[in-house]
């Protein structure tokens, strides 16, 4: 009797071990994860293009070449620019995602490519 009772209990601990295990993992990945997710929405990311349309809200940016590829931009009265940003410049946006908005918070804009023959 005192055997089963053994064995009964034995085999209750080992069922139960690996969903401990698995919880304490889990902690442990959503502790990493928490950190990452808060860096990765205060960072800013950069996306160069051509403008392709401007207003006082927004800036539209196009990528050129076999697959181009546009993103539009909030801004406001925060977003700093650099140059003189006009239609068809190529700029560097540095942006963030808040609440689900692309915010451009810098604009770059970048010097137009020399002829080949100017010097």
């Not at 650099?82 to 068809?88: I, M, N, S």
């Amino acid at each position: 009797m005192r055997l089963l009772a053994c064995a009964l209990a034995l085999a209750t601990l080992a069922a139960a071990a690996p969903a401990a295990t698995h919880a304490a993992k889990r902690a442990l990945v959503a502790k990493a994860a928490a950190p990452a997710a808060i860096t990765a929405k205060k960072t800013l990311r950069q996306y160069t293009g051509w403008v392709v349309a401007l207003d006082k809200t927004s800036i539209t940016v196009e990528k050129r070449g076999k697959q181009p590829e546009s993103k539009v931009f909030a801004r406001d009265a925060d977003t700093s620019v650099t140059g003189d940003l006009a239609k068809d410049v190529r700029v560097t946006v540095y942006w963030r995602d808040e609440n689900g908005r692309a915010t451009a918070h810098r604009v770059v804009v970048r010097p137009a490519a020399q002829a080949a023959g100017a010097r």
